[in-house]
């Protein structure tokens, strides 16, 4: 029988690996997710059972410490948003500098332009609007079940793969091959302690961020401008919500500081110019840097993953391209893809 080419071959798996995450995304984002954070825990577990204790109590103080850290996380940014909401009649109440003022200026703008110029695409929309309330319920109902399902069911996942490790590396083992036998330990190794590298760049790049925050707010002499820097940097955890909310109140303090639409105006333009350097430069120069990826790769990576599955394919797809060059450094014929997406110098007397 004829072997397919070998072009042919890859171009369908390709294909099929294509098919297989747009399609599986619902089971794999949640699994991949539950991956991540139990290679994340498996030092401190495994620690924890070197000093006897038993592997289920391990495991629940793991996640138990996870969820605390989460839990300030949020409790950070309610405990925003309630300054924000004791200091918004007083922000709202001056007629010269407040709420009041910006939404007057930014209504008086809307109604000229709706004047203006004729919106026949609003007044579709608004009539439109009542008969499509049902599919736009029903969405966003979906919505907050997917999300209340998830943060059930990863920490399920997460706690099954801790538990039951031994079991998946010797499936794993078995189904590479005896040739991989001596290699897999080492292999698994190398994976977690890429995971540790990545977790520990992300904390780098929220660093950063946050001290050009802080640095932008200074200079425009926003009101406590490291706290609200450093908080934007950390909320951009949450994606999309976390940054809306704690730019809110930097924002309605330097229009109240000030009176004028330059000051706010300039500090949504610092976290918009933070906010591309971080998705275009620092995320993949940083975590792609500590996972041994190039920063072509990085960004391909983080643009097919956005794509994909938004948000959560630009944060697992970096590991998991790392975790494929840390294979084919295994594989003698799959050289030219660790090379490629490697960030190794060229070699000297060659050209670049």
Known sequence: MERPDPLLRWLMISLGTLVLLHWGAPILI???????????????????ERYHWPRWLAIAAGLLLLGVLAGSVGALMLWELTRFLDQ??????????GLSAMWARFHAWFLNIVQGHRIEWLNALTESLPGRMPEIIE????????????IF??????????????????????????EWTDRMPRLLQEAVANYARFIGGMVQVYLIVGMLNSIGFLLLGVPYAILFGMLTAV??????????FSSLLPISLAYTS?????????????????????????FPKVVGGKLGLSTLTSLVVIFAGGILWGVAGMVLFLPLVSLLKLVSKEIPSWRPLMLLLGDEPPTEGRPT
């Open 235 to 244: 909320m951009t955890m949450i994606p999309y919500v976390g940054i809306v």
């Open 88 to 97: 918004l009649p007083q922000v709202a109440g001056s007629e010269e500098a």
């Open 139 to 150: 969405g966003v109902v979906n919505g907050l079940f997917g999300v209340f399902f998830n």
């Open 30 to 48: 949640p699994l991949l997710y539950a991956l991540l954070i139990a290679l994340v825990l498996y030092p401190l577990v495994s620690r924890l």
């Open 258 to 282: 000030t009176g004028s639409l330059f000051l706010p105006a300039a500090v949504i333009i610092v976290l918009g110019v933070v906010q591309y350097l971080e998705a275009n430069l620092i």
């Open 153 to 178: 069911i990863i920490p399920v996942f997460t706690a099954l793969f801790l538990y039951n490790r031994g079991t998946y590396v010797k499936a794993l083992t078995a189904m590479a091959g005896p």
